[in-house]
């Protein structure tokens, strides 16, 4: 979802274009303009997600805004509406067409977003929290949905994976979440290999890129010994680094997910050239 921010000409027209589809299935002014607003950008964010979890979903989020309907007087009728829609766009082929057809150049650069996300917080200051079960992609809302039964067997057999898996077979099992997994579980072992880095001891400070596209770049030293590395603001970046570089701190730097080796001024292609984020120790 954060990524429409990025975009907001081409979100505009999507979700205007989407209403206009989708007037057929309004019953004069329900569901109301913000609910439909709501359902699209969870829909871009959640996309797929049964009708059951997204109908669940919308009726909350109706009765916490307390507009229409709320928790303490509930509005059967509004609520019926709502539901009926909600499940009328599911059903209706050229919408989810069109939907599909907006969200799929962003899966790359929001699984790219994701790992970034991750391996900040696994190297931020502090103590990396994760919500049972976001080990991998997860699109989950909030509670109850967040609250469904994990695998946790699979989850066990996917990190006994990533213990022996090249980073290629890594990438090439995208759709499972595997580069997430592997990022967590390669940062997790970097802080326990070297917890002195990452503890309140562990100096925190910014290195800056340099270059055309230097914006796009979050990176930071922890404890003078780590260095992790993350692209940002994706939708606008496209596909080439140009001239953009990174000076490092003396020394042979060696990736723990690509296991490559840098020192002195890098660009940033060679940085990202095996795998989407870095985190470097020497």
């Known amino acids: ?39 699209y950008q969870i829909l871009i964010g959640a996309w797929p997600i049964t009708a059951d979890r997204l109908v669940s979903y919308m009726i909350k989020a109706a009765r916490e805004e307390k507009a ?58 502090g103590v990396p929290d994760f919500y049972q079960g976001a080990e991998l992609w997860d699109l ?20 006994k ?32 290999r070297r917890s002195e880095l990452f503890g309140p001891a562990g100096e925190y400070c910014p290195i800056a890129a340099e270059g055309a596209c230097r914006e796009h770049i979050v990176a930071f030293m922890r404890g003078g010994r780590a260095i992790t590395i993350a692209p940002r603001l994706l939708a606008r970046l496209g596909d080439d680094w140009k001239d953009s570089s990174i000076q490092l701190p003396h020394g042979q730097w060696r990736d723990e997910f690509s296991g490559q080796t840098l020192s002195g001024r890098v660009q940033i292609a060679q940085v990202f050239a095996k795998f989407p984020v870095a985190l470097l120790a020497v």
Request: charged share 30%.
């Open 1 to 39: 979802i954060s990524l429409l921010s990025e975009i907001p000409d081409a979100w505009s027209a999507a979700v205007h274009r989407w209403r206009a589809m989708n007037a057929p299935h309004r019953i004069g002014d329900a569901p109301s303009f913000n609910h439909e607003y709501l359902l």
């Open 68 to 125: 229409r309907t709320s928790w303490t007087d509930v509005n059967e009728q509004y609520e019926t509406v709502l539901a009926d829609f909600t499940r009328g766009l599911l059903t209706d082929r050229a919408f989810i067409l069109d939907l599909e057809s907006f969200l799929l150049p962003l899966l790359g650069r929001a699984r790219i977003t994701s790992l970034s996300q991750t391996l900040i917080k696994c190297t931020a200051p």
């Open 140 to 159: 989950s809302l909030v509670d109850p949905d967040n609250r469904r039964e994990v695998d946790f067997d699979l989850r066990q057999r996917l990190l």
């Open 161 to 192: 994976d990533v213990r022996d898996a090249s980073l290629d077979e890594v990438l090439a099992r995208m759709e499972e979440g595997l580069p997430k997994l592997f990022v967590i579980h390669r940062a997790l072992q970097l802080r326990r």
